[in-house]
């Protein structure tokens, strides 16, 4: 069993798990405050994953959403068991499994998989990025006026970025899942994407998927994003890179 192979057959398997409670999700609870939930089927979907990778190498770390410890080292795993719970929960197709692999904080696998559309989205380091078996390449535009994107996380800043470029755009969409999100730009149905202070699990497997596929990345500095920390990113297609920097600029975007 190689690493990839083991993300792709896993994401598979917790996905006709979480299909069967899609929409009637059991044992919802609040984490921090009310708008943040978990099911028993995050927990579940966590623990199928990290028991298969736990088999074939039992020595690699594991970092994942719903753990209460942070296993780092140099062989890092990186998992959302569910990306999108909230959308889970109602009953919404934007959900997906998110699993990475990086070594010596290098992003070698990522795998983002969703199971009601079955998409699978995977990419490996200087191989390409597929979706299901074509290989994505970002096509660039070059007209911002024609960009369709989306910008997700903290309601304050969604709230002003939509203000502010509602009128420079085709339109803006918010799915509700940062990893798919992500993907939609490497797949090109999104032209660029922005997700302010994201999660270690809900990027590192996109990164690698965008970045595989030809898209630029950086975070609200213009730098390359820090993955182990809570960051900010743009996910964009490159000839509107600096535009959509700007216009975050503008509304204060911070980290
Ligand atoms: P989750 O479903 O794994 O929690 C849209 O809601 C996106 O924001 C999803 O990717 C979701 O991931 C993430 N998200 C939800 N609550 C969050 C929070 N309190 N902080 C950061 N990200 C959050
Ligand atoms: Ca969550
Ligand atoms: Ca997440
Ligand atoms: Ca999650």
């Not at 989205?121 to 390449?137: D, I, P, T």
């Not at 660029?192 to 998927?209: G, M, Q, S, T, V």
């Given at each position: 069993?190689?690493r ?9 398997t ?27 089927h995050?927990?579940k ?11 074939y190498?039992p ?8 753990n ?17 719970t909230?959308n ?17 904080k ?5 795998v983002?998989y ?11 380091k ?11 390449e970002?096509k660039?535009?070059?007209d911002?006026?024609?960009s ?24 803006i969409?918010?799915?509700g899942?940062?990893?798919l999100?992500?993907c939609y730009?490497a797949a ?8 302010k ?17 030809g ?5 609200f ?13 743009i ?17 204060g975007g911070g980290?």
């Amino acid at each position: 069993m190689n690493r990839l192979n083991l993300a792709v057959e896993i994401s598979k398997t917790v996905g006709f798990y979480l299909m069967q409670f899609f929409g009637k999700a059991k044992n919802i609870e609040e984490k921090e405050n009310f708008q943040d939930l978990v099911t028993e089927h995050d927990k579940k979907a966590q623990e199928m994953i990290i028991q298969e990778i736990k088999k074939y190498f039992p020595d690699d770390n594991i970092l994942a959403e719903e753990n209460n410890t942070k296993d780092m080292g140099e062989n890092q795993w990186v998992i959302d068991p569910i990306d999108g719970t909230l959308n889970y929960i109602h009953g919404l197709p934007n959900f997906c499994i998110s699993i990475a692999y990086y070594e010596n904080k290098s992003p070698l696998i990522g795998v983002v998989y969703n199971p009601f559309t079955e998409e699978m989205f995977l990419a490996m380091k200087n191989q390409g990025a597929y979706l299901n078996h074509s290989k994505l390449e970002i096509k660039d535009i070059n007209d911002l006026k024609f960009s369709i994107g989306s910008v997700g996380f903290s309601r304050k800043f969604t709230g002003k970025f939509i203000e502010k470029v509602e009128n420079k755009v085709q339109r803006i969409r918010i799915l509700g899942s940062a990893a798919l999100s992500a993907c939609y730009v490497a797949a090109n149905k999104f032209d660029f994407f922005i997700a302010k202070r994201a999660n270690p699990w809900d990027i590192a497997a996109a990164y690698l998927i965008v970045k595989e596929a030809g898209g630029e990345i950086i975070n609200f500095q213009g730098n390359t994003p820090k993955i182990f920390e809570r960051e900010s990113y743009i996910f964009s297609k490159p000839s509107i890179l600096e535009d959509i920097k700007n216009i975050t600029n503008e509304i204060g975007g911070g980290v």
